[in-house]
């Protein structure tokens, strides 16, 4: 346990089955994006946004938790496409 | 694909989903349930104590098998500032019974465990399958689902949605309204390994017991939220929630929040030497009575939390998921032997029946607790876990101070942090909203 730890780090741990080119969450292409989506760049808890040079915000979905809290957040502006992986694809915790 | 007719669908496989596929399947009724997980439990995430007494209405031995890993002798609570915790702990030996009532639990090992006896108890389980829509009449009836693995609609009587918090069937289908950001919590959780000598001499317990700790103040940094640290049998389970909007809000990220959190002077102790063997995140439903959106309609009814069943002042919510299935799946067998139809009025009998519960009297009686700490959080996660740690340090703290000098700069360091009205104010609102 070190006081600089990355969330990158605690992904390895996790266990997942990603469905290659299917990602289950797509952004809207926009110019400048909401508060609510540039809010995701923190709040996502396994840092799935980031934001581009030229200011738009991007998701790779591959560490997702599916926990809907990017989906809760961005409800109003309808920036996102969000589902579910397919079916047994996504996330597989063995603790829970 | 399934071209049979179903009497019941449930969708989901945590607990809630659960504890209805297996009353219903025990009473005899061709029971569907569909999971997109690999297994029930993969996709599942929670403290997680378990309250025995909602699983023991269902199976009643229930712990000749199921995986549980400590019987909870000890309950710490504590108030956290920055460098201290001021705790109440609570433990006696009584909670060494022969039929322990709280137990914890690794949810992704329970759920799996109870999904089997569903599966023994005759319903049909479909994994790795997601449920995209339901499946309407003319009418507006319910009468099925449509799922991702393409085909033609699968039929029953009644669908019940025990889909978790985030309800995307039941929100799509236009059931009910989206959840909002203030009352949603958003928790992160880790597991930390360690050999179980070590959890036992760390927390001074042996053979199965366990202890846990519910924790709040400055550790969410002015957010509403609480911390939990809990013992399994060799791992401990800590994590940290807040609300989402309030989360929004702030600079925090909720990897950080956790971060310090188990670095905390208090914390930290309890962790060394750890290996963390897995990173989670899932939301809570904290709206309370007030957030419980319309329960059933014609051929469905929703349970668990995605009807908003959480007590998030006791931390329940897996007692409640159980619950209001089996109340669910019992009112659906009752109509069913009598050959009733699952419209809105005749399934309305559920909310009769939770009504008789503690789910609906508990959640009624805290039914203003999360708009008054909301609306209050700088006082409740900041300044009054900062006062009570001062005051500890003032009144331990051997300094050649009298003690009246030492009464009397409590109270002042009181008065001065919050005025004596809103002290009071503050006070009364609490045990109004608690009544
Ligand atoms: C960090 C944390 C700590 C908690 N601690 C405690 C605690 O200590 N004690 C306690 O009692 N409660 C606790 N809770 C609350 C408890 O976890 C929940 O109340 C409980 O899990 C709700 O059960 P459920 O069956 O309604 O939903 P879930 O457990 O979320 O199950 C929903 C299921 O439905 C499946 N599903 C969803 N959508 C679909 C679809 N479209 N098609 C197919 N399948 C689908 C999901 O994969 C999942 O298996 C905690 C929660 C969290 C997040
Ligand atoms: S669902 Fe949760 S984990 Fe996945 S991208 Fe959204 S916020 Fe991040």
Not at chain 2, 276 to 289: F, S, T, V
Not at chain 2, 362 to 368: A, F, N, P, S
Not at chain 2, 386 to 401: H, N, P
């Amino acid at each position: 346990m070190s006081a600089t730890a990355r969330v990158e780090e605690r992904l390895f741990q996790n266990r997942y089955l990603v469905d290659s080119g299917r990602p289950h969450i797509k952004i809207k292409p926009h110019d400048v994006p909401s508060r609510a989506l540039l809010a995701m760049t923190r709040l996502c808890p396994v840092g799935c946004y980031s934001l581009s040079d030229s200011g738009q915000v991007e998701i790779s979905a591959d560490g997702c938790v599916e926990c809907g809290t990017c989906r809760i957040v961005t409800q109003s502006t309808g920036e996102l496409e969000w589902n579910y992986p397919r079916g047994g694809f996504g996330v597989l915790y063995k603790f829970g | 694909m399934i071209e049979e007719r179903f009497d019941a669908i449930v969708i989901g496989a945590g607990p809630s989903g659960n504890a209805a596929a297996y009353t219903l399947a025990t009473e005899g009724l061709k029971v569907l349930q569909i999971e997109r997980g690999e297994y029930s439990g993969s996709k599942n995430v929670q403290g997680a104590i378990l309250y025995a007494d909602a699983l023991e209405k269902i199976i009643p031995d229930f712990r000749d098998d199921a995986p549980l890993e400590r019987h909870v002798i000890e309950q710490r609570i504590w108030t956290m500032d920055d460098s201290s915790h001021t705790g109440m702990h609570y433990r006696s030996d009584d909670f060494n019974e022969d039929r322990p009532n709280r137990y914890t639990i690794l949810r992704a090992q329970f759920d799996k465990w109870f999904s089997s006896r569903v599966r023994q108890a005759g319903a049909i389980l479909l994994c790795e399958t997601t449920v995209t829509e339901l499946v309407k009449d003319l009418q507006g009836k319910v009468i099925g689902v449509r799922t991702d693995r393409g085909g033609g609609p699968i039929l029953a009587d009644v669908v019940i949605l025990a889909e978790g918090v985030n309800g995307l069937v039941g929100h799509r289908s236009g059931l009910r309204p989206e959840i909002a950001p203030d009352s949603v919590a958003l928790a992160v959780k880790e597991m930390h390994f360690l050999p179980r000598e070590t959890i036992e001499a760390r927390f001074n317990i042996t053979g199965n017991e366990g202890v846990v700790i519910e924790a709040m103040g400055t550790i969410t940094k002015g957010m509403t939220g609480t911390g939990f640290l809990y013992t399994n049998e060799e791992s401990i389970s800590i994590g940290i929630g807040c609300i989402v909007s309030d989360f929004a809000e702030s600079e925090v990220t909720p990897f950080e929040l956790l971060e310090a959190f188990k670095n905390h002077p208090s914390i930290k102790p309890l962790l060394v030497g750890s290996e963390c063997k897995e990173y989670a995140a899932h939301l809570i439903p904290e709206g309370g009575y007030k957030a419980i959106p319309q329960l059933v309609g014609d051929g469905w009814i929703v349970v668990g939390d995605a009807g908003q069943f959480v007590n998030a002042v006791h931390r329940e919510g897996s007692n409640l998921a159980m619950t209001t299935g089996r109340i669910a799946a019992e009112t659906v067998v009752s109509l069913h032997r009598r050959r009733i139809a699952m419209t809105r009025e005749n399934l309305s009998a559920y909310e009769q029946g939770l009504a008789k519960t503690f789910v609906m009297k508990d959640l009624r009686k805290y039914r203003g607790i999360p708009a008054l700490l909301h609306a209050n959080k700088a006082n409740f996660f900041g300044l009054y876990p900062q006062l009570i740690s001062q005051a500890m340090q003032t009144w331990f703290r051997v300094d050649g101070v009298d003690k009246v000098s030492k009464e009397k700069a409590i109270f002042r360091s009181f008065r001065t942090g919050r005025t004596l009205g809103g002290l009071i104010g503050d006070a009364f609102r609490l045990v109004r909203a608690w009544r």
